[in-house]
């Protein structure tokens, strides 16, 4: 019958795209780490690291404080010094579990009377809804497909899924707040967002690249980028980015994501897979003005 | 009982390294579009990985997988199938398409148009050359019920292919 041999040449002819090596990969070294460990890892993004000097512990102390204590809040923004700095504290944290899951959720909320920070917390608050409702939708639909492959409840709830929402300050003074907002999955990392929010409170507006590199910012931006692959490229042969062809970088643009670093330098964001195999996971671009 | 569970996991993934193009393959036929094919088959993969402890003997991996990969590809479309752009034609930038496989074009295309149970079979059997015994094992019907269906699928082929009957 040669129809069905060419149907079955077809068949085999369908492209297998290189990713999937990667992805399958991935799932492997997820899996095998939490064999070594027995635990589920924990979600992959770093906390910013706070340096330990005596002021900045001083800081983080009254963030702390700040968060849990409204009165204490409405004092330390009088303090001096102390009360300029905080302009990114906790709205809320909580954490509900049931036998399925744990949902981790801390949202910020920009402490300041400009009109565009009220837009964003309004946002956050929305964005973050939308996130858990979806995200526990998925972790209902992964558990109907587990119990009818054969699984049982118990071995559901062992799984100890979570799914967490929570920010990471990057830059902030009294007129200036850098902040990233994200959430992830324990089990699953396709769903995962990063938001990014830079806020010029004097002034309020948000802050744009133009902003920090001037009307030529694409062209800074884009030769640095550059720049920097290569530069990481020639650092470790494993290194590797798509090309053009492959949907590679070719230019940034003003949706281009960013934060602003300790340095008040740009750094530019691309998610994993953006601009580069999912092995090479988030990357980041600082363009140093010059 | 730990040391069979380690040999188990070994094989897994040993399994699952070695076959993924076969995976993806699979997919790809279920679900039409490149990105949900990647995603059906990590997610099978992720799940497999995490479920491996089910699996009572090592002989029964190759189906038990193939049945997660399935569940996950039905569930995959259900979920996403206003998202999922329904390709009647082949799209040929997915392939490495030869001139020659011109005459098995309708025939896949019709194949790839079946309701699941006919597809399944058809698919396993003909392009992954695997046992009815297989296929009754992965989709967790009876051997006779796999016949059956067998039959009717190819029934249903040609009358398509002579146009008696629309798919």
Redesign the interface.
Known sequence: M????????????????A???E??NK??K???SN?NTGTVKKAVHSRLKICITAAAACIALFITALNTNAVFAENAKRLPVIGQVAKVLTLRSYEETDKDKTIKVTLPEVASEASVAEQINKLIEEKSKTYTKEAAERVQ??KD??L????TEE?FSK?NIKIKVDYDIKYQDTDLVSFVLYGAES??S?YDFNTFFNIDLKNDTEVTLRDLLGPDYIEIANQSIKEQMKQRLAENPDNMYFTTEEGGFTSIDSHTKFYINEKKNPVIVFDKYEVAPGSMGIQEFEIIKK | MKVLGESVYAQLTEYITGSQNSFYRLAYSYLGNREAALDAVQNSVCKALENYQSIRNPEFLKTWFYRVLANECIAYRKKYQRDLPLEEKLVQKDFYYQKEFEAGLNLYEKVNRLPDKFKTIIILHYYEDMTLKEISEITNVNLNTVKTRLYAGIKKLQKAMKGEELL
């Open positions: 040669k129809e069905l041999d060419m149907a079955k040449k077809i068949y085999q002819n369908i492209k297998v795209p990713e999937l090596n992805r399958i799932e492997l997820k899996s095998e064999q639909e992964y497909a587990f009818e492959t054969g699984g071995e799984k089990w699953v396709a």
